[in-house]
Structures are given as C-alpha cells and as structure tokens.
C-alpha cells in the first residue's frame, strides 16, 4: 500500500512542477518585456524601438507562441492541435514582424549615426536568428496546409520543425543575453538587476527546452 501512494503522489507532484514551471514562464516573459518597455521607453529615439521590439519578439511572443503546445500551461489547452498550430503560427509572424522592426530601427539608427553595421557578437548573431526566425515560419507552411506537403511524413516535419524551433529560440536567447552586455543596458540598471534580467532569459530557455524535449522523447517511448 505505501508503493502504490507513492507511485500516485509522484505523478501529481511532476504535473504540479510542469504546471508550476509554465506559469512561471508567462509570468517572467510578460514582466521581463514590461521592464525593458519601460528602460527602453520606445519612442524617444530610432535606438529605443529597437530593444522594445526584440525582446517582444524573442522573449514574449516566441515563448507564448512555443507554450501555446504545453500540456500544463497552455491557455488554450482545451482546443484541438490544429488550432493550436494555427495560433502559433501567428504568434510567430508576430513574432518575425517584431523582430524585423527591431532590426530595421537599429539600422537606421546607425545610418543615422554614421556606425558600421553588424560589428558586434550581438549584432551579428541578431542578424542571424532574425533571418532563421523567419525561415522558421516559412517552413512552417506546409503543417498547416498539409497539401503542399505530398511526399514528405507529416511526423518527421513535425520533428524537424520542433527540433529547428528550439535551436531559433535558444538563438534568440542568446542574442538578448548579449544584448544585455551592451553599454546601453549595462548603463542603465543597477548590478543585481542585470543577474535578474539574465536570470529571466535562462528559466525561459530552460523550460523551453524541457518542454520540446520531454514532448518528443514520450512519443518515441509511445512507438516503442
């Protein structure tokens, strides 16, 4: 009798720590892109717009658009996948159009500036997960219009696609990491918020991370 609790209360306390865990997230990715709103105050200059629109891109709606397939945080768990793939799909144009906005203000602040382009790690690893966010979403077509798919397994694109978005989110995570080495950051908060705001992005990936790998090892053990 006291093996059969057990082995019931342990299930229910993983369900609490995933559900616990997503919770956290959408709660630090809403807080962390209010933050950097309300440093960056977009609108006072062509720079500020590019802070703003970036960590909405990266760290609010990519993360929402991933959560969105969460079996503990999802806030529309209910609804059937195929709804869920078309919502996220347009978090994630959401999500490039932000992103594209934020690389266009940063360039033209530059131009306007008379600064070279794309000379910095973070400069050029923006540029990069910019360009692989929005092949992303393109690939993404063909799982919504399953015609423009012939000849291909639905599964292994969905494989593929899980697997590619992981690697633009952790890329998107590394950019804002690195943004927050530059001099504007750095000179705009206090120590321990810089370790805070650090801290934000890596629970984030964290949990992504957990999230795309713990769905795709139960469906192998499920063919098994």
Request: net charge positive; hydrophobic share 45%.
């Amino acid at each position: 009798m006291v093996y059969n609790k057990e082995t019931e209360t342990e299930p229910r306390i993983y369900g609490f720590t995933r559900t616990a865990s997503a919770v956290l997230t959408h709660f630090i990715c809403i807080v962390f892109t209010v933050f950097i709103a309300v440093l960056s105050r977009p609108g006072t200059s062509w720079f500020s717009w590019h802070p703003f629109f970036m960590t909405l891109a990266f760290s609010f709606f990519m993360t929402e658009a991933i959560l969105l397939f969460s079996p503990y945080g999802s806030p529309i768990k209910r609804f059937p996948h195929k709804t869920k793939g078309r919502v996220h799909w347009i978090v994630q144009c959401l999500c490039v159009s932000c992103a594209v906005l934020g690389l266009t203000a940063i360039s033209y602040n530059k131009h306007l500036n008379g600064k070279p382009h794309f000379t910095s790690w973070h400069g050029l690893l923006g540029l990069l997960t910019v360009c692989v966010v929005g092949l992303q979403s393109l690939a993404a077509v063909p799982l919504i219009y399953h015609s423009l798919a012939k000849g291909w397994s639905l599964a292994k694109l969905k494989r593929y696609h899980a697997a590619s978005g992981l690697v633009t989110y952790l890329l998107g995570s590394a950019s804002l990491l690195l943004g927050l080495s530059s001099a504007w950051f750095t000179a705009s908060v206090w120590e321990y918020t810089w370790y805070l705001s650090a801290l934000c992005i890596a629970l984030n990936a964290l949990v992504i991370m957990n999230q795309v790998s713990s769905a795709y090892t139960a469906k192998k053990r499920l063919q098994y």
